[in-house]
């Protein structure tokens, strides 16, 4: 039984050439597997540049956790970049900062706050307060108590 083609049909099938044979089935077959790539690929986005950081839990006292804040409003920036920047400062010489973090060794209770620093920063910190027999959280506080005398 054969049909009758319609009038569509008769120029669709005129048209439209479809492709037969073994290379026809390959192309066919490629472009259905999971990984095939786009044609016109986008150019590479930029990477975000990802800085490490640990995190540290810090208890200030709240009269110097308040400085600090009322500070960094003045200043327009943040608290952390205030104790990151007083930490900075007192690595450059951190002898003189473990000796004045004897002062503050053992001082708990206060307001608990977390902090971010930068993984080499930490890591120095740890080794500062290993050598000098003092804890991180003394020698943060020296470090804020020397940067920022006039608020404390």
Do not use: C, F, W
């Amino acid at each position: 039984m054969t049909e009758k083609l319609s009038t569509a049909d008769a120029v669709r099938d005129a048209v439209i050439r479809r492709p037969t044979g073994a290379a026809a089935i390959a192309r066919a077959a490629s472009g259905l597997q999971a990984g095939v790539a786009p044609r016109a690929t986008p150019p590479p986005s930029p990477t975000p540049v990802v800085y490490e950081a640990m995190r540290t839990t810090l208890h200030l006292s709240p009269a110097m956790r308040t400085a600090l804040k009322r500070r960094a409003l003045d200043l327009e920036t943040t608290m952390g970049d205030l104790i990151r920047a007083a930490i900075n400062s007192g690595l450059q010489d951190p002898a003189a900062l473990a000796r004045a973090s004897m002062a503050h060794r053992g001082a708990g209770g206060g307001v608990r706050t977390t902090l971010d620093l930068p993984r080499p920063v930490h890591r120095t910190l740890k080794r500062v307060a290993a050598d000098e027999e003092t804890s991180l959280q003394a020698l943060v506080v020296a470090a804020v108590v020397q940067a920022y005398a006039d608020l404390i």
